[in-house]
């Protein structure tokens, strides 16, 4: 049997050189690198209290099968969850009334696949793997996308549930268009898993902004946004306003950070400063996580209040990830 417990290393960290963040079990400075650890086994990461999706993709991953399997399989849970808000079903919609979605996948050997502003369809990160394996391209939009899921055998499905329309419609009495920070301590999962064979994939889905404009893609779908994996040295992904990501290309900055020798705590935090220094950050949420190849995690966000489900070693832990401005 599995545990889930809480950490927060907020106020206790180890990592002096580099302030308070999130720390990986075992990990003890940020001149660790990858060449330095061995294998810590099969690992789940993923953006803010995603228990039950880091569950499913654990069994996943015990019963032998790939990251690739474990990141589609966790991340479907929150997508059919009517409860999560801001991912597939259930999701909140754009201002039209349509909720419309973004998903991207990412294997080991650097395939990817992806669809942006599909509507009707329950698991969009099935489709973004459908067009990573059964096409030429990298990403499917809108329409296509969707025409490309009936062939598939997708089934189309109202996404829009009787809560959603309700908060829609007095939403509409006012239309002003104001994302909330942190709104309900979750937005958009992304999730990074490592398999038995030491191989790495990454996958994130989302619903988006809530009352965007129609046609709005955010970073979700865009490979090295939203998400990147390079299985040479580790994997990110992202979560928040998804135009400051998109911007700076986040998930990619990370990963090329590590590459660069950074932790991955070390390589957030940078991407995160980025942002600070070069738009306006004060209202907006954007939060990084980062999983190295040895299995070592890191984070860290704009604002507090991000957290993330990270499973290793059989345990499953809710931690709270570290931030630039601390209330
Ligand atoms: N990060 C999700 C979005 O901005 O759509």
Redesign the pocket.
Known sequence: MSKITRRNFLGKSVQASVGVGLIGVGQTACSQTISSTESKGITVLSTWNNHKANKAAWSVLQNGKSALDAVEAGVRVPEADIEDRSVGYGGRPDRDGNVTL?ACIMDEKGNCGSVCFLQHIKHPISVARKVMEETPHVILAGEGAYQFALSQGFKKENLLTEKSRQEWEEWKVKSKYQPIINIEQH??IGMLAIDQNGNMSGACT?S??AYKLQGRV???PIIGA?MFVDNEIGGAV??????A?LRSLGSFLVVELMRQGRSPMEACKEAVMRIVKKQKYQDIQVGYLALNKAGEYGGFAIQKGFNCMFSQQNEHQLIDVDSHLKK
């Open positions: 973004d937005d958009t989302t988006g902004l955010g970073d979700s939203g992202a979560t928040g306003m998804g135009e990501v």
